[in-house]
């Protein structure tokens, strides 16, 4: 099975909301400096989910990531947990883009790429949180999807979909070529192993920009964008916290009931 | 092409009844096609939809269009697109709207590449601009940390999924009239390319948790499945639900069904109590709606503190188990 992993950079979403900051100019996050972007989590588990297969059946993995200042410490992360090819999608044009023009950017890579029989995304980035770019590069290249896995497996050829739905999941067969966005119920992703970091410091990695794949500036970054921001803003949260006293953690818990109850909540 | 015109909202339809998700698209479909002056209709796509046509005029629809067919039965992207794309094709609306849930995240997007349109997914807050007469989208962004307000103003129809129980359904009205249309689906089967083989419903042990009107959930901090227990026992007492973050379901000390937050469910009880976990703006996502917060952590700095009503800074081990005692207590008392 030849695997492509769709994989995004981005602001780590474990770091605190205290420490979140944006331009609201620019409408855009600004990048802590103290602390390193990540790969989006649900990639991660993309990434796991591609090498679960390889590990039983073989094949090839290319990750595939789109974005600007890309850390390469960062995006690399897949090719140390066992993937074997990286291609950047890097250029200024990409800029401003939307999920409509990123999954154009991706799907327009892929054909170059060429063979592969699946696509995994992640379900949905930890930056935008709008989960369309794997669909959108299922219909852009004209192939079946499903969406979101916690579970992939081949049996006979086909792929063996445990599709996560509200109450339960749903086994969902579909032949290759398709897409399959994957959610953390897979898992957790598994740790670079030491050998892995060291081959992959040393891997080459491609590097396509606009021009190489045949963009035209009126399909990427923001001219080829579907959506508009008007706004971005930081919530205020109003909610102010009653700690309750106490001496021991056995008074503190006594006390919150108490808390409750003098509040009508118990 | 015809002008585009009319609001409509893709409902969902769990045997022959309309889900709760439903009537929260009718109820702001209702306010924005008034606001436009313009009618409201209700796509609703199944095998069986009974009475749900009917229901969606009582809840608000001027028009439902019932797509009946046995092949429908199961949700599957091909199928569901494809008839989706026919109807948005044959209506022409300027708006349709769809519900944030396992199939709204699915099709909508598909549905909006197939389309050429643009889609918000996930929205909070949804209006109509008096000047440019848009739809105004406000969604959330980086887990809850900052929100985004968006419009799509070059193609139609605009397209946005709505956070479940961000909206208010209207009141049943039974006064209300409308009209049913059938569409036939006119599906080829060989179209579709996924089978769904097997459906595995989790079961549900007491109150469900979207239901429930207090929900307790642990977090990391809970060490494993025997914490847990605890956190039964305190639901128990007080009549509600256990739910968690991610990383308990992903390390299997819950069911995956019980993860609370922006891909998992969205709660909105009166009392919610978080116990041994930090409140990432993922878990926040889920719980935003809920009236009173409250939260047991060792780490004072913890991010639960910033959106709770009530903490207390303690291990969870020894600060629980006299809680649920007092608890006991004044419930007896």
Known sequence: MNIIVCVKQVLDPELPPSAFKIDPEAKKAIPPRDRAPVISPFDENAVEAALRIKDVHGGQITTLCLGQDLDMAVVKKPLSMGADELVLLQDNAFEGGDSFATAYALATAIKKIGEFDLIFCGRQAADWDAGQVGSGIAELLGIPSVSPAQKIEIKDGKVVVERVVADGYEVVEVSPPALITVSNELGEPRYPTMKGIMAAKKKTVTVWTAQDLGLDQSMIGASAAKSKMLKLFVPVREAKCEFVAGETAEEFGANLALKLREAKLL | ?333
């Not at chain 2, 313009?38 to 046509?53: H, P, T, W, Y």
């Not at chain 2, 079961?203 to 977090?219: Q, S």
């Not at chain 2, 990391?220 to 128990?236: D, N, Y």
């Not at chain 2, 303690?314 to 008392?333: A, M, N, R, T």
Request: net charge negative; proline share 4%.
């Open chain 2, 1 to 333: 092409m015809a002008e585009n015109k009319g609001v409509l909202i893709y409902g969902e339809v769990t045997e022959g009844k309309l889900d709760s998700i439903s009537l929260e698209l009718l109820g702001i479909g209702r306010k924005l096609a008034d606001d436009l002056g313009q009618e409201l209709g209700a796509v609703l796509l199944g095998s069986g939809i009974g009475d749900a046509a009917k229901e969606a005029i009582l809840f608000g629809a001027d028009k439902v269009y019932a797509v009946d067919d046995p092949v429908l039965k199961d949700y599957q992207t091909d199928s569901y697109t494809a008839v989706m794309e026919k109807v948005c094709k044959q209506l022409s609306p300027d708006i349709l709207l769809l519900g944030q849930t396992a199939i709204g995240r699915d099709l909508a997007p598909r549905l909006a590449f197939r389309l050429g349109t643009g889609v918000t997914m996930d929205c909070i807050e949804l209006a109509i601009d008096p000047q440019t007469k848009l739809m105004v989208q406000t969604k959330p962004v980086y887990g809850g940390n900052a929100v985004a307000v968006l419009v799509c103003e070059q193609t139609k129809p605009q397209i946005a999924t709505i956070r479940v129980k961000a909206m208010e359904p209207l009141a049943r009205d039974d006064s209300r009239t409308g009209e049913v249309i059938s569409i036939p689906a006119e599906l080829d089967p060989a179209a579709i390319r996924t089978k769904v083989v097997d459906k595995v419903k989790e079961e549900v042990v007491g109150i469900k948790l979207e239901d429930a009107k207090v929900v307790v959930c642990g977090g990391r901090g809970i060490g494993g499945v025997e914490g847990f227990s605890q956190l039964e026992e305190l639901a128990k007492l007080l009549g509600g639900a256990v739910g968690a973050t991610r990383p308990p379901c992903d390390s299997g000390w819950v069911a995956a069904h019980l993860q609370v937050g922006l891909t998992g469910k969205i709660v909105t009880p009166d009392v919610y109590i978080g116990i041994g976990l930090s409140g990432s703006s993922q878990h926040i996502a889920g719980i935003s709606g809920a009236k009173n917060i409250i939260a047991i952590n060792r780490d004072p700095e913890a991010n639960i503190f910033k959106v709770a009503h009530y903490g207390a800074v303690g291990d969870y081990k020894k600060v629980l188990p006299s809680f649920i005692q007092k608890c006991k207590e004044l419930l007896s008392g």
